[in-house]
Nanobody
Framework: QVQLVESGGGLVQTGDSLRLSCVAS????????MGWFRQIPGKEREFVAA????????DYADSVKGRFAISRDNAKNTVYLQMNSLKPEDTAVYYC?????????????????WGQGTQVTVSS
């Protein structure tokens, strides 16, 4: 497993942008797939985006396609989530996750390391 620390959340208005960052430490020599999930109180944690080690394989939830972009800098052990055109329904705690599996998965069970989460609030 790796240790993950997210940052970059905050309070913004509809239409604004935010960039979340997630720094990994520990067993970073492995080729982890990195993902972002989000959760609001009383609901299941849902998939947002994921990226393979090489960056060649990327997947997004339909709700964020065209607005969010995931990227990674392996030299810095960091994955990013650029969020544009934010909407109130994007309000949630955003979690970074790492999967030791070699392919991008959208399911929570494929990820074995999680960060503590960062709050994103979009006001209308």
């Amino acid at each position: 497993q790796v240790q993950l620390v997210e940052s970059g959340g905050g309070l913004v208005q509809t239409g604004d942008s935010l960039r979340l960052s997630c720094v990994a430490s520990g067993r970073t020599s492995r080729s982890y797939v990195m993902g972002w999930f989000r959760q609001i109180p009383g609901k299941e944690r849902e998939f947002v985006a994921a990226i393979s080690w090489s960056g060649k394989s990327i997947d997004y939830a339909d709700s964020v396609k065209g607005r969010f972009a995931i990227s990674r800098d392996n030299a810095k052990n960091t994955v990013y989530l650029q969020m544009n055109s934010l909407k109130p329904e994007d309000t949630a705690v955003y979690y970074c996750a790492a999967s030791p599996k070699g392919v991008v998965f959208t399911t929570r069970g494929a990820y074995d390391s999680w960060g503590q989460g960062t709050q994103v609030t979009v006001s209308s």
